[in-house]
Every structure is written in C-alpha cells, then in structure tokens.
C-alpha cells in the first residue's frame, strides 16, 4: 500500500519550512526532553519569585512652570534640567531617605530612584518621580516626600535667575504617588514566562536533535521528515547486510 | 526468496506499491550514503516480483562499488559493461536467479566507471530488458553520483530512495530528498530498511 502521502501532489510541495505536523510530531516525539526543560525553567522561575525580595514602583509628578514663557519643548526641557540640577543635591537626597525611614529597605537610594524631566505639547513641563522599595507604602512615601521636598525647595528660589537666564519657577505636586498592588501572583508569573520560555527552548532544542539523529522510528517519522512518501519498510533480518 | 521468509511480505508490499505507480517500468535504487542496504533491497524486491509471477531483471549498476555478484555468490566476468561492447541485448550477459528473474551484474569495471555508463547506450540497453518485463530494478551508485549523471537521474522512469532506519541520519536523507526533487528527478517514494 501506499502511505498517506499521495504521490502527485507532494512533489511539488513546499520543502523549506518543517511543517507544523513535522513539529508536532518531533515535539511529541521528545515530550520528555521538552517537558523537562520546561519543569526545569518553571521551577527555577518559582523558587527565584517566591525567594527574592519583590520590588514595588510608585510615581508621582511634580509640574514645573517658569515665570517666563517658553515655546519650545527643548527650551522646557532644558529649563527642568536647569531647575533640577539647582534643586537636586545630596542634602535633598539624605532627607527624602530621613523622612522615609531608610532602615526600612531604601539604602541605595541612587539606585532606586528614576526621576525623568517630561515636558508636554501644550506647554507643560515636570518631571517624573519613581522610586522602587521592597515595600509598596515605603516606595510611594519616598516618591511623594521626594515630591514634596523639591516644590518646597523651587519656591525657595523665590524668582531668582537661573544659569540659563531663565527666572525660575512655580511648582506643584501634579498627582501623588499611591502604593502599588501587592501581586502574590508573581511567582506564578515567573514561572508561566519560563515555562513558556522553556516549550520554546525545549522545541528547539528537539528540532536540533531529530535533525542530527539517524534513527527512524517508523514510517510517519520518514514521510513527516523526508515529505515523501514511504513505499517499503524492510524489517531489520538479513543475517549479512550487504555494502551497497 | 525463501516463501516462508519474514521480509517476504514486506517486499511484497514495496513491489505492488511500485506497480501500482502508473508507467514505471524502470526504477534507479539508490541511497544517500553507501552501506543502508540499496542491493538487498534490489534482489528482495526482484525476489518478490518473480514470486508474484511477475517478470523482473536487477542490474548492477554501481560500479563504484559492485556489490550484486557478491550478494548472490557469482562471479562477475560478464554483465552490464559487457553489453555496450558486446552488441548483444543485456539478457545474454545475465543469468536467471530465480524463475522470472534476470539478474546482471556489473561485469568487469573498467578505469574511469562513471563515464562508462553514460549516455545512450545504457539507457537503450534497459529500455530493450524492459520489453516482457514488469519492472527493471537498477542498482545505482549512491544519490550524489545519480545527480551528476543525466543518465541515472533522468533516463529511467523513476528513482527509489534507500534510507537505513537506525543509520542514515536524518538530516541526511532530508537533505538528499531535496536534492533529488531540486534536480527535477521523478522520485517516486523512499524505501526504509532496517525498521526494528
């Protein structure tokens, strides 16, 4: 009999790509090897979520507006660097890190810390600040006495010229920074990524086997990896094996 | 072949396949590599031709390496490079193995085989062993040979492809397969020998 492969339409076929049955057949072919990455990964993924410290990031916004209009977003720009760099000192930084209860996880504050100046189309300027902490409250308490402290420190300079020729600013806190969710769903996250992860790993690492292998395990195996249809199996008998 | 043989069945099965397939009358068995099995598969499928009733001819067509004379336990002073000199039909320089079944194998293989078994007189010599005979089989060189010769990989009507279930590796086969259809070869199908 002839197998599956009918004879006229699969010479013309197609032959660059493995199929997607080729793939799921060496897939199920080497369950075993995928499945095992895939624990592996998965595992590993869990036991380094539920074992690391988790890391929570809350925002707030601090406006900044000069005395002096600017129409151009880089002159905007450049004044929130300007004020920022007036403003921003490491004293600034001890006492964020004082009134937020350091002890409680925030010890590289550099570190953990992202403040970005934004400007936008209409004529807004600001910046942005992030701070990351072990704890969901400590971030958000960071991020919002770091807020606090810099508009404070702006009306300070009390209209004075700044480097740039620029009379320096009004500045307000735009929103305050709210404590993030605790997810107790992140470890299973981790681990469905690097599951999926490992399938990809696992499938490719399968596909690289089945290529180099020189086992056949049968007639669907040929057809599927030679796409051409199998006309004779000839068991493994003959006692002397001819050369040819 | 021994009718109580276990591969009797199996061989059976490859030759009605064979058959079944529309205008084949002579087919190149070759293989990607040496050594998976291409000229048992040969006297096996003309084994189970001549036991069908059928009429069938192997020629020995590998002179790289001739392999038929040595399977069968016969000499090789005469056969298929014989008859482009001899000016007679390939019939007289083979010998029945079996009711039905011609067997010719290479005879003797001169210096520079390959370029002996171009061309037209080879093909002519096996289109005239054809008449009266279900299928000629024809013991090729191994596929990277068969694509460098117009002869073997477009003068017949078909060509079989022997892989070796737990030797022929994979990517090999794959790589050959395409090989073939790239080159416009009429493959008709795969032999898989060796199966567990």
Redesign the interface.
């Known amino acids: 009999?002839?197998t599956s492969t009918s004879?006229r339409g699969w010479?013309g076929g197609r032959?660059d790509d493995p199929s997607l049955a080729e793939v799921l057949y060496v897939l199920q072919g080497r369950r075993l090897l995928v499945l095992g990455v895939v624990l592996v990964l998965a595992g590993t993924a869990l036991l380094f979520g539920l074992f690391r410290e988790p890391v929570y990031t809350a925002e707030a916004a601090v406006s900044l507006a000069p005395q002096d209009e600017l129409d151009d977003e880089e002159a905007r720009e450049a004044f929130v660097q300007e004020v920022q760099s007036v403003v921003v000192t490491e004293d600034l930084l001890w006492e964020v890190m004082d009134q937020t209860d350091a002890k409680a996880g925030i010890r590289e504050f550099p570190e953990l810390s992202d403040i970005r100046p934004f400007v936008t189309s209409g004529g807004g300027a600001g910046m942005l600040v992030r701070f990351s902490g072990p704890e969901p409250e400590l971030a958000a308490r960071a991020a919002n006495v770091y807020a606090k402290l810099f508009v404070e420190r702006v009306e300070l300079l009390d209209g004075g010229q700044l480097d740039g020729g620029v009379t320096a600013a009004n500045a307000a806190v735009e929103h305050k920074a709210t404590p993030p969710e605790r997810s107790s769903l992140r470890p299973l996250i981790f681990a469905a990524v690097a599951a999926g992860a490992g399938l990809l790993l696992g499938g490719a690492a399968a596909l690289l086997l089945?290529?180099?292998?020189?086992?056949?395990r049968?007639?669907r195996d040929?057809?599927l990896?030679?796409?051409?249809?199998?006309?004779?199996?000839?068991?493994?008998?003959?006692p002397t094996?001819?050369?040819? | 072949m021994d009718p109580g043989?276990?591969?009797r069945r199996?061989?059976e099965?490859?030759a009605?396949?064979?058959l079944?397939?529309e205008g084949i009358g002579s087919v190149v068995v070759t293989s990607p590599e040496?050594?998976v099995?291409?000229?048992?598969?040969c006297v096996?499928l003309g084994a189970a031709l001549a036991g069908m009733g059928r009429r069938a001819a192997v020629v020995d067509c590998?002179l790289d390496?001739p392999?038929?004379h040595?399977?069968l336990g016969e000499s090789n002073f005469v056969g298929l490079t014989s008859g482009p000199d001899g000016g007679k039909s390939l019939e007289h320089y083979g010998y029945e193995a079996v009711p039905g079944l011609l067997i010719v194998p290479t005879g003797p293989v001169p210096p520079g085989p390959a370029s002996r078994l171009e061309g037209a007189g080879i093909e002519q010599a096996v289109r005239d062993l054809k008449k009266g005979r279900d299928l000629v089989v024809l013991?090729a060189p191994v596929a990277g040979r068969v694509l460098r010769s117009p002869t073997f990989s477009g003068g017949f009507d078909g060509v079989?492809?022997v892989?070796h279930?737990?030797?022929?590796?994979?990517?090999l086969?794959?790589e050959t397969?395409?090989d073939l259809?790239d080159s416009g070869v009429n493959?008709?199908?795969?032999?898989?020998?060796?199966?567990?």
């Open positions: 009999m002839v004879r010479q032959r089945e290529g180099r292998a020189s086992g056949w049968g007639v040929a057809e990896t030679l796409r051409a249809p199998v006309l004779g199996t000839i068991p493994d008998y003959s094996e001819d050369a040819g | 043989s276990p591969v199996h061989y099965d490859l009605n396949n064979l079944s397939l040496p050594g099995g291409c000229t048992s598969v096996g590998n390496d392999q038929l040595r399977m013991d079989l492809l892989v279930a737990s030797r022929t590796p994979k990517s086969a794959r397969t395409d259809l493959l008709l199908g795969v032999v898989l020998n060796g199966c567990s």
